[in-house]
């Protein structure tokens, strides 16, 4: 395992941060009905979480040596809240398998602090699988409640 293969692999990590920061923030803008008082605040959060990330990253990208990307991936899009949590819940999932991949880099690198680094990115990344999954499931049953008070 060389630096610029692990290198090339957090440029993976910055883009999708930058994704994040992006698509989280139009999240945040277009969520509409009684959930923008919940969500909106939530969205804009996460943007914020991915902007800390990529600061983290591109710093770290740039004291190995490299040049942190400015590139990101295409943005989900949706005015639809369920499916705004649901391509949440998939964007940190898609995080914890980089940043999985990146550690195991880290290691073959044998370079222990870089482990340590992500390590910490990566505890943060799994809370937000577990956060966003909890919140779909409450979501769920409160839109389940709803339907059923309407028609019953
Ligand atoms: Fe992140």
Known sequence: MDKSTVIEKLNEAIRHEWTGV???????????GLWREVYSTMFIGSADESFVHAKLVGDKISAMGGIPS?????IQQSTCVKELLDMGLAFESKAVEIYTEAIGMAEELGDRALVVFLEDILKEEQDGVDHLTQIIREHDQAEGNQAASATG
């Open 22 to 32: 992006a698509q989280y923030a139009q999240a945040g803008f277009v969520v509409g």
């Open 70 to 74: 400015v590139e990101r991936n295409q």
